[in-house]
């Protein structure tokens, strides 16, 4: 499909781009295509340097704790409750 376009099928393309956009346009497009070209590829690498990280770091072994005899019961621990300070407003009465 490529092999079947020439040299003036590729102006003809360059000619519709002119027109549509105009001169002024062309450059603010190339220059924002490539900012974005640019962020995706710093983008890529940051990815691919992540996985070279996790890849290399070595991981702690996987160890299975046992569980406890079910015929044990464990105690549980007593739960604080939380406190709330009453704060009086000047000027109000006190309840």
Known sequence: MLNS???MEILVIFLLIL???GAK???EMAQGMG???KE???AMK???DEID????TPRSPNTVTPAPPANQVQAAAPVAQ???EKKEIPGTPAT
């Open 46 to 48: 940051d990815v691919h």
């Open 53 to 56: 990280v996790s890849a290399t």
């Open 5 to 7: 376009i020439g040299p």
């Open 25 to 27: 346009r062309i450059p």
């Open 35 to 37: 900012k974005g070209i």
């Open 82 to 84: 939380p406190t709330v």
């Open 19 to 21: 027109l549509l956009f």
């Open 40 to 42: 995706f590829k710093k």
